[in-house]
């Protein structure tokens, strides 16, 4: 799986360089894409220095040098991977055509967000695999970051209703939450070796548009009118 993009403070080397090609930068962003691998396999209980630093290809010891302890790297990490998924969404979201629909707007997030959580980022499969398991005292940035992740999402679905593209007889927070939720449960099960990206993708897809729209609904009361 690729690697997060670069995020200023994840690049930032102990010694306060913010060249992200100065030696130290390089080093500790390795460390980092090493804890996010490491903690998005084996988990917030599972993971050990030796482990990261062997697939960092330094001496444990040196871990130390970029962070204070075990539990500040995977601090960092918890919230790279939802700052990565936001700047990845905002991306998106801005490069489309104007004029796009609020329901095809919503549909591209969906894309982004699971080809962003299955594909492109050991640092957000981690965050979201673990978001349940690390100490509050390590999540309090990631929450910050969901938080402000979450407007985007508040703001989709929001656009959606105000467009009339959502059931009516949907509550616009619980239909946001089971969305996103549902999303971000594909990083507990999807197995590569039992179907593409794309799959999961066009199904998740599917399920937003027709379990979001009213056609759905209108087409659901006509069946009931035809029935005897």
Known sequence: MARARDINNAVTSSDGDRDPDSK???TRRRILD???????????????????????EIQAPAIYYYFPSREDLIEEVMWAGIADMREHMVAVLDELPPGTSALDSLL???????????EISDYTTASIRNAGQVPDTIRKRQIREEERYGEIWRGLIN???????????LDLYI??????????W??????????????????????VRH????????TATRRRKKQP
Do not use: C, F, I
């Open 108 to 118: 591209a997030a969906v894309e982004a967000h699971l080809r962003h959580a299955l």
């Open 159 to 169: 656009a959606l209703a105000r467009a009339g593209e959502l059931r009516a007889d």
């Open 34 to 56: 090493a804890a996010a691998y490491v903690l998005s396999v084996k988990g917030y209980g599972g993971l050990r220095l030796t482990d990261v630093a062997a697939q960092a």
């Open 186 to 207: 594909t990083v507990e099960w999807w197995d590569p070796r039992r179907g593409s990206v794309d799959a999961v993708v066009a199904n998740a897809q599917s399920l």
């Open 175 to 184: 239909a946001q939450m089971l969305v996103l939720g549902a999303l971000n």
């Open 211 to 218: 379990g979001l729209s009213p056609s759905a609904t209108t």
């Open 24 to 26: 130290s930068a390089l």
